[in-house]
């Protein structure tokens, strides 16, 4: 069975850092590409970044381009995403997904950035930016 498990969430000021973690019980999580994506209410469901399965390549949303940062550690089994210089905006709930070895997908923003890419997901995990 495939978990997924954000943590990190959490409440910060307007300019601050957090870290979030998708901790994964699944052995081909390491052969995946990968994406976090966040939601906030009233809203549907937004890319955020993507990372190829061995982590060469990245793809990032212009809203975070530059003070978002995605990386993985596969031998931990553990996707990150290193959010600085937050904004209020940045305010949602945020999800990991995991798109598998067997859908042969390109690593492409074409799919990177679609939600309906990524066949497993987190339970999300929530981020407060206030002023």
């Known amino acids: 069975q495939v978990q997924l498990v954000e943590s990190g969430g959490g409440s910060v000021q307007a300019g601050g850092s957090l870290r979030l973690s998708c901790a994964a019980s699944?052995?081909?999580?390491?052969?995946?590409?990968l994406g976090w994506f966040r939601q906030s209410p009233g809203k549907e469901r937004e890319f955020v970044a993507a990372?190829?399965?061995?982590?060469?390549?990245?793809i990032y949303s212009d809203s975070v381009n530059g003070r978002f940062t995605i990386s993985r550690d596969n031998a931990k089994n553990t996707l990150y995403l290193q959010m600085n210089n937050l904004k209020p905006e940045d305010t949602a709930v945020y999800y990991c997904?995991?798109?598998?070895?067997?859908?042969?997908?390109?690593?492409?923003?074409?799919?990177?950035?679609?939600?309906?890419?990524?066949?497993?997901w987190g339970q999300g995990t929530q981020v407060t930016v206030d002023w």
């Open positions: 997904a995991a798109d598998p070895p067997t859908s042969r997908r390109p690593f492409t923003r074409t799919f990177a950035v679609l939600p309906s890419a990524y066949d497993y």
């Open positions: 699944w052995r081909a999580f390491s052969r995946s590409d």
């Open positions: 990372i190829s399965w061995e982590g060469r390549s990245k």
